[in-house]
């Protein structure tokens, strides 16, 4: 068997382009399908003609438009709280752990090996009544007597942070290691103190992690339903939440599919936005 | 006092450093005067504590014990952004996210100098690569990125600038250039530079003063010269260049010269260039100042007899001998073809002779092998 030499990459990407086709394009089209679908007059709950109904868009955004905000709010709340964390612990990784980097980078991922729905189950614990977090606000007097942490937006948001933080620390752990120590030493020569070889230098630098970190980060938090649903009340829904109880519960197909297209639009926008302004094309 | 320490100014002085890792002492027992103005040269194989000094000099490194002054300012603990020292970078660090301009204007800047421009464009003209101000560190040669490390350095006009083994990465003709180029800035600027080699003929080309370290100490200073033509120990004969050491024991006063006796056979040398402790001692001689000639040809100096041409090997310039002597020791001798003599072939009886003054003298009980092996280092850049 031989083949023209040109064709071998083409052959190599076949498995990959029909596993996205079957799996990505096709159910996509589906989906744009049934987003302006309109139920059969007459017919079941549930049961949906094709037309051309794009009235369908306005109208689930208009209805949901609060969750909408909620969903991008508590999305950059989650990533700038993950980046304020994860910074100083990818940066301790990458400059100060010697030995122990491995296990420590070991212990970034430690999470993923037990369930994701488990570890948001887990932080209803600790947040609730009998956790150690509410009794110890109250009595340092940060929280009044009154005050509960479970099903508000503050557990919603304190989840993703926690769920999505590996997402952040890894990227910038891998873009603060690859900085030359030299150049943060050719910095301190050139009269810039800690401080300022820091800000010149390493961040600058380091800005390719921060990107990647920040979208692995925010489009995974802006979809998200898991910790709204376990962590939050009715009043802290997000877009996740609307779309989840359309499909499953109310068996509005159009709407959900309609609601999934706006919410990918928009954060192709957002993040295409981000990309341009963060300018690291050259960096990376 | 390191406020002060910026604009201090003087000969650097550095008073019995020592610098451990543990057990190890990188640095031991240092003492080491830099006089202003001068271009200096650390010459050493890979480990002998050349860079750590360094480092202790630009404040990367704190010296365990001693003390480090710039002119009459201790600036032993002063962190690095508060000394008037500036590096250039083994593989330049320069900043690559920045463009040249702003690489070159970083010191400026954060010191706040006004003429920011000005200076950068000086400087960038300096080095002969004003049109290359907009361009990214990436962008450029190994050769035009060690140019731009030099001037992001320079156009501060720090009291002493320091250079990690800054050719290292270059091929051998930019090399060459590069430590014409350095010499030339170096008397253009005035600076004191101090320079970190393993390189002995970088060293040799380009400074006022050498100091071939090993193990942490000082084996010898001097001109490149002094060191090329008296070296005191073994270690620099070997480092710095190639030598003959053929042992012997003093035999006796003749004026200002030493009669030696080499395996029997009698020879002299200046009093003065034998560093030997006691009757026992080496005698050196540089393969270059040797002379071959065959039996009965008369010759000048000291003459051994009862050799033979191990090998011949034609280099164009000139040719080089190993001839092996009665006592079973191979020598080196590099002859110019320049004499039109009929060269010698293998195998040939001959005698080989040099001036008297061309010998030095060295320690008997010293390890004539020190300072030959190969380090690592220098075989992956060939």
Known sequence: ?284 | MSSDAISARGDLRLTRITKSYGDFKAVDDLTLTIPKGSFFALLGPSGCGKTTTLRMVAGLEEPTVGSIHLGDTDITTTRPYQRPINTVFQNYALFPHLTIFENIAFGLRRRGIKDVKEQVDKVLNLVELPHLAERKPTQLSGGQQQRIALARAIVNRPALLLLDEPLGALDLKLRRQMQIELKWIQREVGLTFVHVTHDQEEAMTMADTIAVMNEGKIEQMGSPADLYDNPETAFVANFLGQSNLIKGKIDGNDGDNLVVDLYGQKVSMPKKRSHAVDTSLYAGIRPEKFRISRLGTPVRGNTLTGGHIEDVSYIGVSTQYVVAMPWGQEVMVFEQNDDGVAPFDKGDEVNISWEPTFTFGLRGDEDIEAGTEVNPEELEEQ
């Open chain 1, 1 to 284: 068997m031989s083949f023209p030499k040109v064709r071998v990459p083409y052959l190599l990407l076949l498995p990959g382009f029909a596993f996205l086709f079957t799996f990505f394009i096709l159910p996509i089209i589906n989906l744009a399908q049934t987003s302006t679908q309109t139920p059969i007059a007459g017919g079941d709950t549930g049961q949906y003609e094709q037309t051309l109904a794009f009235g369908n868009y306005i109208q689930a955004f208009v209805d949901n438009k609060e969750q909408f905000a909620r969903s991008f709010v508590y999305a950059t709340l989650a990533t700038i709280f993950a980046l304020v964390i994860a910074y100083p612990l990818a940066y301790a990784i990458a400059f100060k752990s010697g030995k122990f980097k491995n296990i420590l980078l070991v212990l970034v991922v430690a999470p993923f090996f037990t369930s994701f729905l488990l570890r948001t189950i887990a932080w209803k614990q600790i947040l609730g009544e009998e956790g150690f977090v509410v009794p110890g606000l109250r009595s340092l007097h940060i929280i009044s007597q009154q005050t509960t942490l479970t099903s508000t937006s503050v557990a919603v948001v304190a989840g993703m942070t926690y769920n999505f933080l590996p997402f952040m620390t890894l990227p910038l752990y891998a873009s603060l290691e690859r900085i030359d120590p030299r150049t943060i030493e050719a910095a301190g020569d050139l009269y810039a103190n800690g401080i300022t070889a820091f800000r010149m230098v390493t961040v600058p630098l380091s800005l390719p992690g921060v990107v990647a970190g920040t979208l692995l980060t925010f489009i995974p938090a802006a979809g998200d339903y898991v910790n709204a649903a376990i962590l939050g009340s009715p009043n802290t829904k997000m877009i996740g939440n609307v779309i989840e109880s359309r499909y499953f519960k109310i068996v509005d197909y159009p709407t959900a599919a309609a609601l999934s297209f706006t919410l990918m639009a928009a954060i192709l926008i957002l993040v295409t936005l981000y990309i341009r302004k963060a300018g690291t094309e050259e960096l990376v």
